[in-house]
């Protein structure tokens, strides 16, 4: 039970919460109460553990109840708004976005927050869900659309997220919520270009296969003419050129080796 609280405070102090007094927040509160002392019945409230309340006396906020237990509340003209301050999810599935090359995406995203003022998330705000609810997929298409599939996919240094949860932060901080983390938990083409692009994927790591391959077969073809010379045998050009040719035909070719003689 809070009673050293001024009944009154000025607007600078009510844009953060403030401690209410519950038992005598207004005069004419306290003057009814007096009269009707029958209605103090009603007037114990519980405070639940990671919960907060918005008290508001005659429509007008006037503090909140940020400590746990069982309180006392002037029951004329008092108003309890509750929120939970706990940690809470809360999930994007299958958001369809536009990458930074123009490909259709669709994506989906993992969100933890947690409402830390009471005054901001239920009397500043209608719902302070709703308007997380709200914003965060308007954010996500907002920051995906800044980057490639391929930028997204990987997210090495972070960017993605840290550009993710920043953003929402500043969208709800007016409704006195705390984005702790979003991330980005799938993530895949649209269905209508999900086919062309994998023809082009499997394209570009063929090409990078056969690359791969041709390096490799460079390095062993000279490495065989080397260690043929370093055993004692004599190469003309013409025999090495053959000889590195050949072994990077055997390296190289898609179809089996088939062995030629001199006629």
């Known amino acids: 039970m809070v009673l050293g609280a001024p009944a009154q405070q ?18 004419l509160s306290c003057c009814l109460s007096a009269v009707c002392f029958c209605s103090w019945l009603g007037s114990i409230k519980t405070i639940n553990e990671k919960e907060h309340a918005a008290v508001l006396v005659w429509g007008k906020y006037v503090g ?8 006392i509340m002037n029951p004329i003209g008092t108003e309890l708004r509750k929120v939970s301050t706990a940690r809470q999810i809360m999930k994007l599935k299958e ?3 536009v990458d930074s090359k123009g490909n ?12 830390y003022s009471v005054k901001k998330s239920r009397v500043d705000v209608a719902d302070a869900y709703s308007y997380i609810h709200e914003q965060a997929p308007m954010i996500l298409r907002e920051v995906a659309s800044k980057y ?5 996919c990987t997210d090495h240094s972070g960017q993605v997220q840290a550009g993710l949860r920043d953003s929402l932060q500043v969208a709800v901080t007016d409704a006195g919520v705390k984005v702790l983390q979003f991330d980005l938990t799938d993530l895949s083409y649209a269905p209508e ?6 023809v082009k994927q499997q394209a570009e790591a ?13 390095s062993i073809a000279c490495d065989a003419a080397k260690q043929v010379k370093t055993m004692g045998h004599e190469l003309s050009k013409e025999t090495e050129d053959a000889l590195i040719k050949n072994v990077l035909t055997v390296i190289c070719s898609h179809n089996g080796v088939t062995p030629t003689l001199s006629m």
């Open 10 to 27: 000025t607007m600078g102090e009510l844009d953060n919460d403030v401690e209410a007094n519950l038992c005598c927040p207004t005069g």
């Open 64 to 71: 909140s109840v940020t400590e746990p237990g069982m309180k």
């Open 95 to 97: 958001l369809k976005v």
């Open 104 to 115: 259709p995406i669709m994506i989906s995203g993992n969100i933890a927050y947690q409402i």
């Open 148 to 152: 490639s599939y391929d930028e997204l």
């Open 193 to 198: 270009i999900a086919q062309s692009m994998l």
């Open 206 to 218: 063929m090409i990078e296969a056969r690359r791969l391959i041709t390096a490799s077969a460079v």
